[in-house]
Each structure stands twice: as structure tokens, then as C-alpha cells.
């Protein structure tokens, strides 16, 4: 089945089966989801626009990618100085993150021919081996990257911000609490779509409670 149509049947189980969804996808409609061409890519801009700003990472990410000619190989980053990769704007621990990310990649214990196929425990895995990569960066990837319908994302906040305001919850939910929202909703085998609309709820936080 084409991905467009897998959302498409995503959007219709989940307005079926959750009355809360269903309001927000009353509201916003279709979401989209696009995966990212580049898995290699993607996962190296993760670790390096980490814990900073959306405009200080896109700086820094092209920066980067410009000094190695638009992409950066795991051999050139291997090779790079430290100080002249800290010269662009890396910190002393994302230096060594990019650069075991890169020792993963080259030594194949995270082999990006296989990523779109490992089951999704193993792919964790092998990505959280990875300095820099934890469960977080490894469902981003899996959710954004590979374009997996079936991942719920327990620990993000934006996600357990929208939980509490759109089930009336007293406070921000914890992952036991999200994986029971999930369940009573049926929000399987789509529990990434509902992800989406979940973060959805928050870029205009509109009156839902009518």
C-alpha cells in the first residue's frame, strides 16, 4: 500500500476508535509524513543540532556539511582534526559523538544498508550504542527517518504536554500512563500517526473541550 494511503487509512482507524483524536483530526485533517531520503544524514544532524536552538543548529549543521562538501563521509569525519571540527561549532562531546557515530557506520555494528529492515528493538539497539543517540534520537529516526506508523514516543515532552491538555490529565503523563492512552484508544498499529496529531494540538493549542 503507497505510504499517502497508509496515513490515509491511519487517520480513519484513529477517528474511529479515539473520540479525543477525533477532534483534533476534525481540526487539522491529514497529517503528513515524509521520511528522510538520507538516513546517514539524518542521524549525523540529529547529534550535531542537539540541545540547541532550531536556527543555531541549522547554522552549525551547514557549517559542517559545507566543509566536507555537502556531505560529510564517515572515513572524512573519522579523519578530521577535532579542533578544526570544534572550529565550526561542535562541542568537545559532539566531536566524539559524530565521530563514533562514524566508527559505527564504517565498521558496519550499524549498517545503513539494514536500518529500514531490523525490527524495531534491534534497530534501538544498535542506535543507542551510538554515543549521542538515545531512545529519543532512536524513535525520531524511526518515526521521521524510516516513516514507522508504530512508534510511540513515551518520553517526549511535547507529547505528554498535548496528553495532559486533550485528556484532562492532573499532570504530565508518564510512559505507563501514555502506553495506557494508547491502548484504550487503539491507537495500534498506528500509534506514530498519533504521535503527529498529539504534537499537532500544540502549534495553535485551539479550544478542543467544544
Known amino acids: 500500500?503507497?505510504?499517502a494511503a497508509q496515513l490515509v487509512k491511519a487517520k480513519t482507524h484513529l477517528s474511529a476508535n479515539d473520540p479525543v483524536l477525533a477532534g483534533v483530526i476534525k481540526i487539522y485533517?491529514?497529517?503528513?509524513l515524509k521520511p528522510h531520503g538520507n538516513h546517514y544524514k539524518q542521524l549525523l544532524g540529529s547529534i550535531i543540532g542537539q540541545?540547541?536552538?532550531?536556527?543555531?543548529?541549522?547554522?552549525?549543521?551547514a557549517r559542517?556539511?559545507?566543509?566536507?562538501?555537502?556531505?560529510?563521509?564517515?572515513?572524512?569525519?573519522?579523519?578530521?582534526?577535532?579542533?578544526?571540527?570544534?572550529?565550526?561549532?561542535?562541542?568537545?562531546?559532539?566531536?566524539?559523538?559524530v565521530k563514533d557515530l562514524?566508527?559505527?557506520i564504517a565498521s558496519k555494528r550499524l549498517d545503513m544498508s539494514q536500518v529500514s529492515t531490523l525490527p524495531d528493538e534491534e534497530l534501538t539497539q544498535q542506535l543507542v550504542a551510538v554515543k549521542g543517540l538515545g531512545q529519543w534520537s532512536a524513535q525520531m529516526f524511526m518515526i521521521f527517518g524510516l516513516g514507522r506508523l508504530n512508534v510511540l514516543p513515551v518520553g517526549d515532552l511535547g507529547i505528554r504536554r498535548a496528553a495532559m491538555n486533550l485528556y484532562s490529565l492532573r499532570q504530565l503523563p508518564d510512559p505507563e500512563t501514555l502506553s495506557k492512552l494508547s491502548k484504550h484508544g487503539y491507537w495500534e498499529?498506528?500509534?506514530?500517526?498519533?504521535?503527529?496529531?498529539?504534537?499537532?494540538?500544540?502549534?495553535?493549542a485551539p479550544d478542543l473541550t467544544g
Open 1 to 3: 500500500m503507497p505510504f
Open 29 to 32: 485533517g491529514l497529517v503528513e
Open 51 to 61: 540541545q540547541l536552538s532550531v536556527k543555531v543548529a541549522s547554522s552549525i549543521r
Open 64 to 97: 559542517v556539511f559545507d566543509h566536507f562538501g555537502g556531505n560529510p563521509t564517515p572515513q572524512q569525519l573519522l579523519s578530521a582534526d577535532s579542533d578544526a571540527l570544534r572550529g565550526l561549532g561542535l562541542s568537545r562531546a559532539k566531536v566524539s559523538y
Open 102 to 104: 562514524a566508527e559505527h
Open 189 to 204: 498499529p498506528y500509534n506514530s500517526v498519533a504521535a503527529l496529531y498529539l504534537w499537532k494540538s500544540l502549534d495553535n
